[in-house]
């Protein structure tokens, strides 16, 4: 069965600084990943996703994702966060071959930004 | 524009009502799901539907039933609510032409 972690509970970050959240996965064969994100008392947006080629993959807010197969991880970044972007992230990772393609969630990772 | 609609921002509810949680989407998907989201624990799958009047069990289905009567709506069903069932509750539904699922704002029930 599949599995995904987030390490960093909490993340802080001050605004114009760059970021980087953290996902590592365990899944036997080439998994599909996503980041989404969700603000206080909404639902969850997708940011972003992987499913194949290049592994470097580019969302919207302008965020980016690299895919590394050698260390089972996607991880989220940003160059330049703003105040906007203090939200809680979650990575998900889903089976290409099963039916409906459920997903399993991270544990989350909530981001503050300082001004 | 994708729309997936829950009802009910906020629900609060006493042990032992029978709890009724709707979710409607507006694109013709034949996939939908529900999810119970807890501080640490992310997002976990209660069930999942793949078509009308088909249903899966998810991960963590005790204590909840569910309904697709049509397309469009999920019903997510707690027969008996608990105190260990307040949670926020998030209905999705899954364009699998792009393999995305879609959420709704959620619902965050209380029971007291």
């Known amino acids: 069965a599949q599995s995904v972690t987030q390490p960093d509970i909490h993340i802080t970050v001050s605004e114009g600084a760059s970021l980087e959240l953290r996902c590592n996965y365990s899944?036997?064969?080439?998994?599909?990943l996503f980041w989404y994100v969700q603000s206080p008392g909404q639902g969850l947006q997708l940011l972003l996703k992987?499913?194949?080629?290049?592994?470097l993959v580019q969302g919207i807010k302008g965020f980016e994702a690299e895919f590394k197969r050698s260390q089972s991880s996607f991880n989220l970044r940003k160059p330049s966060v703003h105040w906007s972007d203090a939200a809680e992230y979650f990575c998900?990772?889903?089976?290409?071959?099963?039916?409906?393609?459920?997903?399993?969630f991270g544990a989350g990772t909530i981001l503050r930004v300082k001004s | 524009d994708v729309k997936v609609t829950q009802s009910s921002r906020y629900l609060v509810k006493r042990t032992g009502e029978k709890v009724f949680l709707e979710c409607v989407q507006d694109?013709?998907?034949?996939?939908m799901f529900w999810y119970r989201q807890d501080p640490g624990l992310g997002l976990r799958l209660i069930y999942f539907?793949?078509?009308?009047?088909?249903?899966e069990k998810g991960d963590i289905p005790e204590g909840y039933s569910v309904s697709r009567e049509k397309k469009e709506r999920f019903s997510l069903i707690l027969e008996s609510a608990s105190t260990n069932q307040t949670s926020m509750y998030l209905c999705?539904?899954?364009?699998?032409?792009?393999?995305?699922?879609?959420f709704g704002a959620g619902t965050r029930l209380s029971v007291l």
């Open positions: 998900a990772v889903g089976a290409p071959m099963e039916y409906g393609n459920k997903l399993v």
């Open positions: 992987y499913f194949s080629g290049d592994t």
């Open positions: 694109m013709d998907h034949e996939n």
């Open positions: 899944y036997g064969a080439t998994p599909y």
């Open positions: 999705a539904s899954r364009d699998r032409e792009v393999n995305i699922q879609y």
């Open positions: 539907s793949y078509d009308v009047k088909m249903k």
